[in-house]
């Protein structure tokens, strides 16, 4: 069973993180081309810091293409606020240049990837977020026509016949800030509690957004919920360094489903952002 390599936040684009963003995936390769077939990378949401500035979607997909030409076959990735605009301001026609670049074609959410046994189900937070009065702050929707396809996504044979199930989202479903909450997190709990129990195990629930790459286990019976944090090392607005609880963290973890035990999981640190090139225990 093939082990997930966990980043989110990159906003390339802002400042030098193009640079940042190809030294972490330099090291990526460096550290770990020999093992590559093992792995899946999931991103979870804010490749770019501005989708306004399109050249920054350019700039991230050489990056995975530089992992994929290594071996690391399986990348994964979903938008969020600022792929669809600057973050607090979006439009609906970002999402198609996203999937365009990213996906090759237009899509429809839950993404699903079947990889060595393990469902991956990839959701768009900004679904339903894109209305025009919905378009301002960093809030996010999965929407009932999404919820209503993961749903029948979970239960379907392809589904359940996985050992696993991940989900992974941009928007942070449990601890929110003012105006960056998933709106919807009450629904997503009741699908995948439904799921869990008609049978259909929750193995893995991760997501970006918040920026403080704190773990969640346990929460909502699902043994694995991972806030990547911001693998660039986004700061956050000056007056908020106030705030002990809105420090940013770079979480970028290598989780192995094989191991029942979550506190086998890793938390990486680059060189170059983070200063460490090591990992460390979860």
């Not at 991230?60 to 399986?74: C, D, I, P, T, Y």
Request: hydrophobic residues 40%; neutral net charge; charged residues 30%.
């Amino acid at each position: 069973m093939k082990k997930i390599l966990h980043m989110s936040d990159l906003h390339v684009g802002y400042a030098d993180f193009d640079l940042r963003f190809r030294r972490i995936t330099d090291e990526i390769i460096s550290r770990y081309r020999g093992q590559a077939p093992d792995f899946v990378i999931v991103i979870t949401g804010d490749l770019a810091n501005n989708a306004n500035k399109v050249e920054s979607f350019h700039k991230v997909k050489q990056g995975l293409e530089a992992l994929r030409r290594a071996g690391f076959a399986h990348v994964l990735v979903v938008p969020g606020n600022h792929d669809h605009g600057t973050g607090k301001l979006v439009d609906e026609r970002f999402g198609e240049i996203f999937q365009e670049i990213f996906y090759g074609r237009r899509i429809e959410f839950p993404k699903l990837d079947i990889i060595d046994e393990v469902a991956f189900l990839g959701l768009n937070s900004m679904e339903e977020e894109l209305r025009w009065y919905d378009r301002f702050w960093a809030e996010g929707d999965l929407g009932m026509p999404q919820l209503r396809r993961l749903e029948t996504a979970l239960l379907s044979p392809a589904v359940r016949a996985c050992k696993k199930r991940v989900i992974y989202l941009h928007h942070h479903p449990f601890k929110w800030r003012p105006f960056h909450e998933l709106k919807d997190s009450k629904e997503l709990k009741k699908v995948l509690i439904s799921a869990m129990n008609d049978g259909v195990s929750i193995d893995a629930l991760l997501f970006g957004h918040n920026h403080q790459g704190k773990a969640h286990n346990g929460e909502w019976g699902i043994p694995r919920c991972y806030d990547a944090g911001t693998a660039t090392l986004k700061p956050r607005p000056k007056y908020l360094d106030w705030f002990h609880w809105y420090q940013i963290q770079a979480s970028t973890r290598i989780i192995d489903l094989a191991n029942e035990d979550a506190a086998s999981d890793r938390v990486l640190f680059f060189n170059g952002t983070t200063g460490g090139g090591h990992e460390k225990a979860e």
